[in-house]
């Protein structure tokens, strides 16, 4: 949001809407606009300014939010001497709106005061606290993190005896309790309370006697629960918090009455609580079991209470998984009863008694569909079943997707069938079908069997190939769909058929250039027929390139750029077609990077840059290097690299990547040292600002799962020359932050030169990739 401060009315009216306004596009418009406002720099004076005059829950609920998300990710806006004033306002803010709604409090991070009133409020944040240490949205550093931890660590003991305080000062306040028992389960959770210390402590007392407890209500029991499972998994190392494991495996072991009590009122909430302990409390001790079964902690009582819960008759509670749904086992069971009674009395016997029985209900025979292909050598009565059902408006999808099912399941008996199936597909249109369904149905028609679709495609008179590849869905299933087999020095079959729908293809293109939808069907179906056929669809390139780049010049589809680098996979290792489609590349270039220079990190474009780099994934990498777009290309490619999306992302990566291995692989061949020359002169002039960038995306941009990929691209600049990249990282490390804006040492020297020696020595790809990783965490 740029320009003047919006009024606090206009802010008002924008939440208003956002919460009560009945007209969807009225709420999607509040929503930007107030999106917008969050990410301005007037959002800390507003959103202080709301909380302080409280109009209304949902003003300061937006307020508050947008308070913390400040805090959290746009923190360096603030000046380091209005800190002091932030966290003074905040806690003033805690006090004014501590009636008003607690998740307002937890969003604005109240802090410790010595008002007995404000204990609730405390015990929010001491939750809270633990949690976000770990959040990866506050960026503040594996240094500062384990700084913060070791601070919670030395004050541990402190905040367990307050929550010991705040359960003397509670009594019979359930509520108290309740946010007694999260806080404990937050600080297991963070491993940093002493085992001694906890184990000769009331409050693990005080959670077995609320679980023994009949009485204890359902959210009460389940915090307690939760508590008792997270100190379980904190002590998940035994043998160095020997003292609280021993209070913890003895307390669960009292609740075995608990749990039969919980059965017998049908509590399912509690025995499922109790289902939790045990699992918990096998895998904690599960070493100490294999290892010392029967003693100590290696008791096997454990062992009876896991055993106790698989006995319960509710699914929920005895947690056996089926492979496929609830029914899977009787699904199967069916399935083997019905092979039985084919091999003792015949198939069409105990189909003629199925369908006798299904024959008022056709709903249900399509049901159990999945056992018709039981019944292999009775294919002609299901068909003839099936084209009934075709013909009945409610039954007619159902039937296809039946048909459908059988094709792909037995193409070979189905061959025989070929031509009743091509009778259904000529009246495809007078039947009450789904779009789905109708593709499905082309679906199974071609793939049913090799011979079948070779003899049809290569024989087929015109009238029948018009009759199904015309077909709106048809005309994209047909060249997906179809793989006949084609022997050496053979024309493939589906050659002439695509030949014959290339003109329809093309005038379709011209005459809705501007349809992105159209465009885009066409362009599936032209992807898949070149896919299908290969070279086959030379004749086609010519003309094909020539439009996509005369439609391209008026209206970028990004789909042209995909099927562009599927033109680019087929034929950019002939030597013929080079040329052409270098031609198309240039033309791709300056129309994608016109449309890129607006929306480079807008959605709409992320799905266009896997192509637009897959375009440029020459299969000749020399004619490439040799271009004038290479440099524009690279350029583009480096300023993609903080791409926060996995697909988009692996593309650019996978393209730099390839692109610099050109000039280090395969160098038996003759054109070796030009293409060493070649990604030298890149690297010379973009080698410093490429590794500049993703140093500096690892760090600040892209997450932990894209690293491997940066590790790659890392890798072969360093085969390239290592020296020389010894260098630009050196440069580039000296250009990262050392520190906060308010003093905190994000990364030292030492882990600056550590961090490069393990780089610049590694021996494998993946040492970079664990270097990096370790590294990151420094600025997350």
């Given at each position: 949001?740029e320009?003047?401060?919006?009024?606090?009315?206009?802010?008002?009216?924008?939440?208003?809407a956002?919460?009560?306004?009945?007209?969807?596009?009225?709420?999607?418009?509040a929503?930007?606009?107030?999106?917008?406002?969050?990410r301005?720099?007037?959002?800390?004076?507003?959103?202080?300014?709301l909380?302080?005059?409280?109009?209304?829950?949902?003003?300061?609920?937006?307020a508050?939010?947008?308070?913390?998300?400040?805090?959290?990710?746009?923190?360096?806006?603030?000046?380091?001497?209005?800190?002091?004033?932030?966290?003074?306002?905040?806690l003033?803010?805690?006090?004014?709106?501590?009636?008003?709604?607690?998740?307002?409090?937890?969003q604005?991070?109240?802090?410790?005061?010595?008002?007995?009133?404000?204990?609730?409020?405390?015990?929010?944040?001491?939750?809270?606290?633990?949690?976000?240490?770990?959040?990866?949205?506050?960026?503040?550093?594996?240094?500062?993190?384990?700084?913060?931890?070791?601070?919670?660590?030395?004050?541990?003991?402190?905040?367990?005896?307050?929550l010991?305080?705040?359960?003397?000062?509670?009594?019979?306040?359930?509520?108290?309790?309740?946010?007694?028992?999260?806080?404990?389960g937050?600080?297991?959770n963070?491993?940093?309370?002493?085992?001694?210390?906890?184990?000769n402590?009331?409050?693990?007392?005080?959670?077995?006697?609320?679980?023994?407890?009949?009485?204890?209500?359902?959210?009460l029991h389940?915090?307690?629960?939760?508590?008792?499972?997270?100190?379980?998994?904190?002590?998940?190392?035994?043998?160095?918090?020997?003292?609280?494991?021993?209070?913890?495996?003895?307390?669960?072991?009292?609740l075995e009455?608990?749990?039969?009590?919980?059965?017998?009122?049908?509590?399912?909430?509690?025995?499922?609580?109790?289902?939790?302990?045990?699992?918990?409390?096998?895998?904690?001790?599960?070493?100490?079991?294999?290892?010392?079964?029967?003693?100590?902690?290696?008791?096997l009582?454990?062992?009876?209470?896991?055993?106790?819960?698989?006995?319960?008759?509710?699914?929920?509670?005895?947690?056996?998984?089926?492979?496929t749904?609830?029914?899977?086992?009787?699904?199967?069971?069916?399935?083997?009863?019905?092979?039985?009674?084919?091999?003792?009395?015949?198939?069409?016997?105990?189909?003629?008694?199925?369908?006798?029985?299904?024959?008022?209900?056709?709903e249900?025979?399509?049901?159990?569909?999945?056992?018709?292909?039981?019944?292999?050598?009775?294919?002609?009565?299901?068909?003839?079943?099936?084209?009934?059902g075709?013909?009945?408006?409610?039954?007619?999808?159902?039937?296809?997707?039946?048909?459908?099912?059988?094709?792909?399941?037995?193409?070979?008996?189905?061959?025989?069938?070929f031509?009743?199936l091509?009778?259904?597909?000529?009246?495809?249109?007078?039947?009450?079908?789904?779009?789905?369904?109708?593709?499905?149905?082309?679906?199974g028609?071609?793939?049913?069997?090799e011979?079948?679709?070779?003899?049809?495609?290569?024989?087929?008179?015109?009238?029948?190939?018009?009759?199904?590849?015309?077909?709106?869905?048809?005309?994209?299933?047909?060249?997906?769909?179809?793989?006949?087999?084609?022997?050496?020095?053979?024309?493939?079959?589906?050659?002439?058929v695509?030949?014959?729908?290339?003109?329809?293809?093309?005038?379709?293109?011209?005459?809705?250039?501007?349809?992105?939808?159209?465009v885009?069907?066409c362009c599936?179906?032209?992807?898949?027929?070149?896919?299908?056929?290969?070279?086959?669809?030379?004749?086609?390139?010519?003309?094909?390139?020539?439009?996509?780049?005369?439609?391209?010049?008026?209206?970028?589809?990004?789909?042209?750029?995909?099927?562009?680098?599927?033109?680019?996979?087929?034929?950019?290792?002939?030597?013929?077609?080079?040329?052409g489609?270098?031609d198309?590349?240039?033309?791709?270039?300056?129309?994608?990077?016109?449309?890129?220079?607006?929306?480079?990190?807008?959605?709409?474009?992320?799905?266009?840059?896997?192509?637009?780099?897959?375009?440029?994934?020459?299969?000749?990498?020399?004619?490439?290097?040799?271009?004038?777009?290479?440099?524009?290309?690279?350029?583009?490619?480096?300023?993609?690299?903080?791409?926060?999306?996995?697909?988009?992302?692996?593309?650019?990566?996978?393209?730099?990547?390839?692109?610099?291995?050109?000039?280090?692989?395969?160098?038996?061949?003759?054109?070796?040292?030009?293409?060493?020359?070649?990604?030298?002169?890149?690297?010379?002039?973009?080698?410093?600002?490429?590794?500049?960038?993703?140093?500096?995306?690892?760090?600040?941009?892209?997450?932990?799962?894209?690293?491997?990929?940066?590790?790659?691209?890392?890798?072969?600049?360093?085969?390239?020359?290592?020296?020389?990249?010894?260098?630009?990282?050196?440069n580039?490390?000296k250009?990262?932050?050392?520190?906060?804006?308010?003093?905190a040492?994000?990364?030292?020297?030492?882990?600056?030169?550590?961090?490069?020696?393990?780089v610049?020595?590694?021996?494998?790809?993946?040492?970079?990739c664990?270097?990096?990783?370790?590294?990151?965490?420094?600025?997350?």
């Amino acid at each position: 949001m740029e320009g003047a401060k919006p009024t606090l009315q206009l802010v008002y009216q924008a939440v208003q809407a956002l919460y009560h306004d009945p007209d969807p596009s009225g709420k999607e418009r509040a929503s930007f606009w107030l999106g917008e406002l969050q990410r301005s720099v007037h959002a800390w004076e507003i959103s202080d300014q709301l909380l302080q005059i409280r109009q209304d829950v949902e003003s300061c609920y937006f307020a508050a939010q947008t308070m913390k998300m400040k805090i959290q990710t746009s923190f360096y806006e603030l000046p380091t001497d209005s800190h002091a004033s932030l966290r003074d306002s905040l806690l003033t803010h805690i006090q004014n709106l501590k009636d008003l709604s607690p998740v307002i409090v937890t969003q604005v991070n109240p802090v410790y005061s010595s008002d007995v009133t404000s204990l609730p409020f405390l015990l929010e944040i001491l939750t809270v606290l633990p949690e976000e240490v770990h959040s990866r949205s506050l960026r503040i550093g594996a240094n500062r993190r384990t700084e913060i931890i070791e601070d919670l660590a030395f004050y541990s003991s402190t905040v367990v005896s307050l929550l010991m305080t705040c359960v003397e000062k509670a009594g019979t306040d359930e509520k108290m309790l309740m946010k007694v028992f999260r806080c404990l389960g937050s600080w297991f959770n963070l491993g940093v309370l002493d085992s001694n210390f906890m184990a000769n402590n009331k409050l693990l007392a005080l959670l077995f006697e609320v679980l023994q407890q009949d009485k204890t209500s359902s959210n009460l029991h389940e915090a307690a629960s939760d508590c008792v499972c997270s100190a379980l998994y904190a002590i998940e190392n035994v043998e160095t918090n020997l003292p609280l494991a021993m209070q913890l495996f003895q307390g669960v072991l009292t609740l075995e009455t608990a749990y039969h009590m919980a059965v017998a009122r049908e509590d399912l909430d509690k025995v499922l609580n109790y289902c939790r302990i045990f699992t918990e409390l096998c895998e904690t001790f599960l070493e100490k079991i294999v290892c010392t079964p029967g003693q100590g902690l290696g008791d096997l009582r454990t062992l009876e209470l896991l055993l106790i819960c698989a006995g319960h008759p509710q699914y929920e509670v005895e947690g056996v998984p089926e492979e496929t749904d609830d029914f899977g086992e009787f699904r199967m069971r069916v399935s083997d009863l019905v092979k039985d009674l084919i091999f003792l009395i015949g198939s069409m016997e105990c189909f003629a008694q199925y369908v006798n029985l299904c024959s008022n209900n056709l709903e249900v025979f399509l049901s159990f569909r999945y056992i018709i292909t039981t019944w292999l050598f009775s294919l002609d009565p299901v068909l003839g079943y099936l084209m009934k059902g075709l013909c009945e408006k409610p039954l007619a999808s159902a039937a296809a997707k039946a048909i459908h099912n059988i094709c792909s399941v037995c193409r070979d008996h189905m061959a025989q069938h070929f031509n009743g199936l091509l009778e259904i597909a000529r009246s495809l249109d007078s039947f009450m079908l789904s779009p789905e369904a109708a593709v499905g149905l082309l679906k199974g028609i071609y793939c049913i069997n090799e011979l079948a679709t070779h003899t049809f495609l290569g024989q087929g008179s015109g009238s029948t190939v018009k009759l199904l590849f015309f077909h709106c869905f048809g005309l994209l299933s047909f060249p997906r769909h179809t793989n006949p087999i084609v022997e050496n020095g053979q024309t493939h079959p589906c050659q002439k058929v695509i030949q014959e729908i290339w003109p329809v293809l093309s005038e379709t293109l011209n005459k809705h250039r501007a349809d992105n939808r159209i465009v885009e069907r066409c362009c599936r179906c032209l992807r898949f027929a070149v896919r299908c056929v290969g070279k086959g669809s030379a004749a086609l390139l010519q003309p094909l390139v020539t439009q996509m780049v005369n439609v391209y010049h008026v209206h970028q589809h990004s789909c042209f750029l995909y099927l562009g680098s599927i033109l680019v996979d087929e034929y950019g290792m002939e030597e013929g077609c080079r040329q052409g489609l270098l031609d198309m590349l240039q033309v791709g270039e300056n129309g994608f990077l016109c449309a890129l220079s607006v929306h480079l990190f807008l959605p709409p474009t992320l799905s266009s840059h896997g192509s637009f780099y897959r375009l440029h994934s020459f299969r000749s990498p020399v004619t490439l290097l040799r271009s004038q777009v290479v440099i524009p290309i690279l350029q583009w490619a480096i300023a993609s690299t903080t791409l926060d999306h996995r697909d988009a992302n692996c593309s650019v990566m996978r393209f730099l990547r390839d692109l610099i291995h050109t000039g280090v692989a395969n160098d038996h061949e003759e054109d070796f040292e030009l293409r060493k020359e070649l990604i030298g002169q890149v690297m010379n002039q973009l080698g410093q600002q490429l590794v500049s960038q993703l140093l500096h995306t690892c760090c600040f941009c892209l997450p932990p799962y894209t690293l491997p990929d940066v590790a790659e691209v890392l890798w072969e600049i360093m085969q390239v020359d290592r020296p020389t990249f010894c260098r630009w990282l050196e440069n580039s490390l000296k250009g990262l932050p050392k520190e906060t804006t308010v003093g905190a040492v994000t990364v030292t020297h030492k882990q600056l030169t550590d961090f490069h020696k393990q780089v610049t020595s590694a021996e494998e790809c993946k040492q970079v990739c664990w270097a990096l990783r370790d590294f990151t965490r420094l600025f997350r």
